[in-house]
C-alpha cells in the first residue's frame, strides 16, 4: 500500500513539473541598432508592454537596443537561425533577400513623409512587405523614422562640395551609386561604427535622419548638417517564416495586434521626433544646419536622380511608377 502511495505521489509530482515547465513564458527577443528614444527604440518597448498585458502568462519580449545583441547584417542571419525572434531593419539593408525594396533609396523620390505613407499603404507598397517571403523572412509592417540629412566636415550646398569625400551609407547598392554620383567616396559600413568613424575623422560624412543624428550624438562630431530631405529612411518589421508559423493560431493572432498597435505608436511618434530632435541639435550649437535654396537643391537633384534608371530593371519600372504617383 506504501509502495502504491509513493508511486502515484511521484506521478503527481512529475504531472505537477510537467504543468510548471509549461507555465513558463517563452521568450522573444527583439532586437535593433537604434536608441530607446526614437520611433524604433519606443514601438519595441510598446510591443513589449502591450505582450505583458495581453499574453504575459504564455510570452514574455526582451529588447536589445543598440546593436547590443546583433548589428547590422548579423540580426537577419540571427533571424533566420532563430536565435531572435523580431528585427526592424532599414528597408536599405533587404538587398540581400530581394532587390525591390530598393525602391525606398532612389534619391528624391518621395516628396514628403506623407507620400511615403500613401505608397507604404498602396497595393503596390504592401505588396512588397511579401517580397522577402521566399527567403523565409515574414515582412509585418512599415514603420517610420523620417527623411534623410546629409552631415559633415564641411558645408555641402551643392554637389561638387561632396566631391571626392567619404560617406559612410548603409549596405545598399542605390546609396553607393546615389554618392558616386555626386563624385563622393561611399563606404558601406554598420550603424554601430558611425559615430567613431565620425569623431575620428576616418570618413568625412554620412546620411541619416533627425532622430538618428540625434540619438547618436553624430551631430556632436559633424559641425555641417544639409537639410537636404533627399530620401528616407523606414524599417520593415520582420519575423522569420519559422518561428511566425509554428505559433498556435491564436497567440499569432495576440501577437499580430500588439504588433500592428505598437508600429501605429511609432509612427505616430516619429514627426514629433524629427521636429524635437532637429530643434534640440540646432539650439546645442554643436552643428549648424544649411538651408538649401530652391536652385542649390535642384541641382542634387539633376545629378542623383539618374540613379533611378541605373536600378529601374532590379526593382521593376511598375514599383518606381507607383511610388512617384503617391506624390500626388
Ligand atoms: C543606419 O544604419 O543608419 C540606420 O539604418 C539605423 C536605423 O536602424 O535607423
Redesign the pocket.
Known sequence: MNKLKTMLSAVALCAGMTAFAHAAPETIKFS???AENTP?GQMALKFRDLVAERIGDKYVVEVYPNSQLFG?GKEMEALLLGDIQFIA??L??FSKYTKKLQVYDLPFLFKDMEAVDRFQQSEAGQALLESVKSKGLVGLGYLH?GLKQLSANDPLRVPSDADGKKFRI?SSDVLAAQFEAVDAVPLKKP?SE?FTLLQTRAIDGQE?TWS?IYSKKFFEVQPYITESNHGV?D?MVTTSTEFWMTLPDADREVLQKALAESVAHGNAIANDKVMKDRKSIMESGRSEIITLSDAERQQWVEVMKPVWSQFQNEIGAEIIEAAVASNQ
Open positions: 535593433h541598432v537604434v524604433k547590422d531593419p532599414s536599405s539593408k523614422n548603409m550603424f558611425v541619416n538618428n529612411l524599417y
